[in-house]
């Protein structure tokens, strides 16, 4: 299974070493990661390659949301607060992932725990319980997985599907989704 591990650049000297011990921890549990950005560049150079301009911008936003498409799960590390790190959350949660979000004792991300989506996890780690904490969260996580459903429609129903998507700027699946999750809301069984 495909794992996108992300964190602030920012937090990187305070929480390193946590980003790495997670990471370890998630190839040790057989998980394979998409990208290793979050252990394998510092601030420093993060900041270097973003001064280089627009195009060096661009390809980390595409790179970032390349690798959220490719993972089955999404772990953020998010103790150190970050706009970036909420836009890859709500980018995530868009894009119908089980999202985690981890974060180191009291750093607590108010912000993102304000997220209302079933797909949202999260939780608090510390020194002696951060591999219990992951692999809880990840067990979580994979019953959250979507799960395939195929159907037929008639060609006048598939039409105001693509016309209705197409309209609010998202997927069929996300539409579909979305309608069912509303007659849920307003029809509690």
Do not use: W
């Not at 498409?69 to 992932?97: P, R, T």
């Amino acid at each position: 299974m495909k794992v996108f591990f992300g964190a602030t650049y920012a937090g990187e000297k305070e929480f390193g070493k946590y980003y790495r011990h997670i990471y370890e921890v998630l190839e040790h549990m057989g998980y394979s990661h998409v990208d290793d950005e979050a252990v394998s560049i510092t601030y420093e150079q993060y900041i270097d390659f973003m001064a280089k301009g627009r195009k060096a911008q661009v390809e980390n936003y595409r790179k970032k949301m390349k690798c959220i498409q490719e993972a089955d799960i999404c772990i953020i590390e998010s103790s150190a607060h970050s706009l970036g790190n909420g836009f890859i959350v709500q980018k995530s949660l868009e894009s119908s992932k089980p999202t985690i979000v981890l974060y180191y004792k009291d750093n607590i991300p108010y912000f993102l725990s304000g997220i209302e989506d079933e797909k949202l996890i999260i939780k608090s780690y510390n020194n002696d319980n951060y591999r219990k904490v992951l692999r809880n969260a990840l067990e979580i996580a994979r019953e959250k997985r979507d799960k395939r459903f195929n159907f037929f429609l008639s060609p006048k129903l598939l039409q105001y599907i693509d016309d209705a998507a197409k309209e609010r700027g998202v997927t069929k699946s996300k539409l579909l989704r979305d309608m069912i999750v509303k007659h849920m809301r307003e029809n509690p069984a």
